[in-house]
């Protein structure tokens, strides 16, 4: 079965100091992952996506995403956080279906 | 430019009640998924739609159904409401068959008391 993992249920981060939020996958074939953001009371909005390609891939506000067959993981990174980064961060295949991870709270520190 | 539009934002209904939740897909998009997120949860797929035809369901309930409509817009009608119910339902859309970005609405909040 087609799944993805985020181990951390909250990431704190300090404003201006990069952050990884991590993911991993197991998915049969070629995957196509997905890194979504919730903020509170609002819809899902999409950062960015592996589908083939670069494995360095550049999202919406300076997000990014490294895919790496090896380890099975595509993890999220900002290099310079920001306070309103702070937000629910998923990680999803797409099997045409959106599987996604459990979630990542996001908590940037002033 | 023009995003997924979902009807109500809220919603309250008692148990045993009837919903019925609207989804508006983005112009020319003629996909549509049905997600149920619990609270504290990540989403759950429920359902998707392509060209006015079901194409994949998920962990629906029987009580549920749905459907696509000429215009691509759809409706998830939900019946006998349990309190288990309450969640954020959202409904995302994208343009065609296959395995490329789906974009989200803002979600129905339904409160089943």
């Known amino acids: 079965a087609q799944s993805v993992a985020q181990p951390e249920d909250q990431v704190n981060v300090a404003e201006g100091n990069p952050l990884t939020v991590k993911c991993t996958y197991s998915v049969s074939g070629n995957p196509y992952l997905f890194w979504y953001v919730q903020y509170p009371n609002r819809g899902l909005q999409f950062l960015l996506k592996?589908?083939?390609?670069?494995?360095l891939v550049k999202g919406s506000y300076g997000f990014e995403a490294e895919f790496n067959k090896s380890q099975t993981s595509f993890h999220l990174k900002k290099p310079s956080a920001l306070v309103s980064d702070s937000a629910l961060y998923f990680c999803?295949?797409?099997?045409?279906?959106?599987?996604f991870g459990t979630g990542t709270r996001l908590q940037v520190f002033p | 430019a023009a995003g997924v539009i979902q009807s109500p934002r809220h919603l309250i209904k008692e148990k045993r009640e009837t919903a019925t939740l609207k989804c508006y897909p983005i112009p020319r998009h003629d996909t549509v998924y049905w997600y149920q997120q619990g609270p504290g949860q990540d989403p759950q797929f429920l359902i998707s739609f392509y060209e006015k035809m079901q194409s994949d369901k998920g962990s629906i309930p029987d009580r549920f159904s749905a459907q696509q409509f000429s215009d691509y817009h759809s409706e998830l009608n939900m019946s006998s409401l349990e309190l288990g119910d309450s969640a954020l339902y959202f409904c995302?859309?994208?343009?065609?068959?296959?395995?490329?970005?789906?974009?989200f609405g803002p979600g129905t909040r339904l409160t089943v008391l």
């Open positions: 999803a295949v797409n099997t045409d279906k959106l599987i």
């Open positions: 592996y589908i083939t390609g670069d494995n």
């Open positions: 995302a859309s994208r343009p065609g068959q296959g395995l490329d970005t789906q974009y």
